[in-house]
Structures are given as C-alpha cells and as structure tokens.
C-alpha cells in the first residue's frame, strides 16, 4: 500500500518570504499522480498544484513551485512571497493512476500547518 | 474546476438518531464518490468508495452498517450515521473526480460538521 509522508507538522514563514515543505511517499508502481492541497481554516480543500510522475518537470502555480525527485521518492512545495492568506494547512496526495475505482482513491500526508508572520 | 456540494454544512443530534449527508457534483458526473473523515488537527481518512448503481467499498475499520453509502445517480452519494454516537462526532467531506474529462483531481464537498449531543 502506498503511504505518504510529511514530516514537518508545523512551519512558520516570514510574510514576504519563502517556505519550503517537504513531503516523501513511497509506491511500487512507476505511474501516478502527486497533489498538494490547501485547507484554510474555512476547512474546504483547495487544489494547488499537480505533478504527473512521467513529466520529469517541475510543475509550477504562480507563486507554488514544486521539487518532484522520483527516485527518492521526494515531493516538496515551495511557496514564495509569502502571503497572510496562504496560512493553512497544505496536505500532500498520491493518487495511482491505474482506471479502476481503488486506483482513483488519493493517499493523504499528515499534513503540515502554515504559519504566516505579517 | 468542477464543483461538489455538500450539505449540510453543520448538523447536530441526538444521541441514536441518524443523520444524512449529501454529496453533490453539480456540473459533472460521477461515478466514483469519496468519504472521508476528518479529527482535529488531523489528516483526511478515507471512510469508503461510493460507486454509483453498486455497493460501496469500505477501508478496513470502518463499520458499513453504522456508516451507509447510497450512490442512486451519477451525481449524488450519500452517507447515512445510523444510531449516532458522541464518538461519530466529526467532521466528514467527500470528494469526486470529473471521470468524463479524465482530469486526475479531486475536487471536495465544503464538509459537514457532525456534532452527537
């Protein structure tokens, strides 16, 4: 069974500044998908950013960056300029891209909780 | 994105009552809905896989007869807490993906705080 790991319950960023997250897995198969969700305090999830395991790039949303290392088994989100808003929690998500219902469930972290300072 | 609705946003009951959950996906259909449970401070654990027309696949632990899933049409699932507890307090979300796309997120109800009194 897959299982995904964060090890940092909790950062605190600077506003302004960059923060890094780091978020490990590990898996047998060679395909699937990777997530970052946001969950603000409204405790609604929220999508924000993606990361196909066949794309060797690094995929990239405005200010969120990540850092996809797939033979260690390494995905870690960077937020950059720092903003009030981004205080949450950022959980992150494997999900096997195999078609079949089981396939389609995602795998959370513990998650990891985003203090931003003004 | 696709959106998913979820109502209620808040419930509170008695202790032995049963209480329904709606999951909605409002602009597109699907086939495969998510439960997921949420403590405090704690990660998303998945309940069970709703699957519309079939029966729902539960994760090891959790109680199908206590936590029933109807999936009757492409967009809506719901969980039913039968004989509710203080212990079934919690906060519950689903989630569905747009299948029809083949988009690989998931995008989730608002949530449902459950309180048992």
């Known amino acids: 069974a897959q299982t995904v790991t964060q090890s940092q319950p909790e950062m605190s960023v600077q506003e302004a500044e960059t923060v890094t997250l780091s978020c490990t897995y590990d898996t047998s198969e060679s395909d699937y998908y990777l997530f970052w969700y946001k969950q603000p305090p409204s405790r609604q999830m929220i999508l924000v950013i993606r990361q196909e395991a066949y794309k060797q790039q690094n995929a990239t949303e405005n200010r969120f960056s990540v850092n996809f290392q797939k033979a260690a088994k390494s995905f870690s989100l960077k937020i950059s300029d720092s903003q009030l808003g981004d205080a949450a929690m950022y959980f992150c998500a494997y999900r096997s891209s195999m078609i079949k219902a089981a396939g389609n469930k995602l795998t959370f972290g513990g998650g990891t909780r985003v203090l931003v300072k003004p | 994105g696709a959106v998913v609705s979820q109502h209620p946003s808040w419930v509170i009951c008695k202790s032995g009552t049963s209480v329904k959950i709606e999951c909605r996906s409002l602009?597109?259909?699907?086939?495969?809905m998510f439960w997921y449970r949420q403590f405090p401070k704690q990660s998303l654990m998945l309940m069970a896989t709703s699957n519309e027309g079939s029966k729902a696949t539960y994760e090891q632990g959790v109680e199908k007869d206590k936590f029933l899933i109807n999936h009757a049409s492409l967009t809506l699932s719901t969980l039913t807490v039968t004989s509710a507890h203080p212990e079934d307090s919690s906060f519950y979300i689903c989630?569905?993906?747009?299948?029809?796309?083949?988009?690989?997120?998931?995008?989730f109800g608002q949530g449902t705080r459950l309180t048992v009194v």
């Open positions: 602009d597109f259909q699907a086939t495969t």
């Open positions: 989630s569905a993906r747009d299948q029809r796309t083949g988009s690989p997120e998931a995008f």
